[in-house]
C-alpha cells in the first residue's frame, strides 16, 4: 500500500536528489561561462564528487535561460564529471525582463562573486581575530604580559 505522506525521491542516474530543480539532464548539456573565474583544486572537486554520491545532490547546477551558461555550479559539474554515468539536476535562472543583455549578466555575476569573496575575506579575518584573542587569553593566564600584548595588537586591540 502506498503511503500518500511518504515522497518518491528522484535521482540522477542512481544518486538521490534532494533538492528542488527544473529537470535532470546529462552533464555534458550544461555550458561552463567560458569567463568563469573562480578555479577549484583537485582535492576539493574529489571530495564534492565523494558527497555527492554519499548524500546526493544538495544543490542543483544554476543555468542562465538567457545565455544558457552555468551561473552557479561549476564546482558541481567538475564534480559530477567524476559520477559514472554523469547526470546532474539544474535549475534555470528565470529571468523577470527579458531585454537582459550578455554584459548585465556578467555584472550580476561579478557582483555575486565579489559579495562571496567579501564575506569569506570576513570570515577569515573574525578566525584570525578570534585566533589572536585566544592566544592573548592564555598568555594571560600565563602571566606573560608581553605576549598577551602583543597578540591583542595583532587582533586589532
Avoid: F
Wanted: a negative charge; charged letters at 30%.
Amino acid at each position: 500500500m502506498n503511503d500518500p505522506d511518504q515522497q518518491q525521491i528522484p535521482t540522477a542516474d542512481g544518486v538521490p536528489v534532494h533538492c528542488a530543480h527544473t529537470a535532470i539532464v546529462p552533464l555534458d548539456t550544461l555550458r561552463p561561462y567560458p569567463r568563469n573565474a573562480k578555479q577549484h583544486p583537485a582535492d576539493q572537486i574529489a571530495a564534492l564528487a565523494k558527497l555527492i554520491r554519499h548524500h546526493g545532490w544538495r544543490y542543483p547546477i544554476t543555468i542562465s535561460n538567457q545565455s544558457g551558461y552555468i551561473v552557479r555550479g561549476h564546482a558541481r559539474r567538475e564534480a559530477a564529471e567524476r559520477i559514472i554515468p554523469p547526470a546532474t539536476p539544474y535549475r534555470s535562472q528565470r529571468w523577470w525582463w527579458t531585454d537582459i543583455r550578455d554584459e548585465e549578466e556578467r555584472a550580476r555575476a561579478a557582483a555575486e562573486r565579489e559579495a562571496r569573496e567579501e564575506q569569506a575575506q570576513r570570515e577569515q579575518d573574525a578566525a584570525e581575530r578570534s585566533h589572536w584573542l585566544a592566544r592573548a587569553a592564555a598568555a594571560d593566564a600565563a602571566g606573560d604580559d608581553e605576549e598577551a600584548d602583543i597578540c591583542r595588537a595583532a587582533a586589532g586591540e
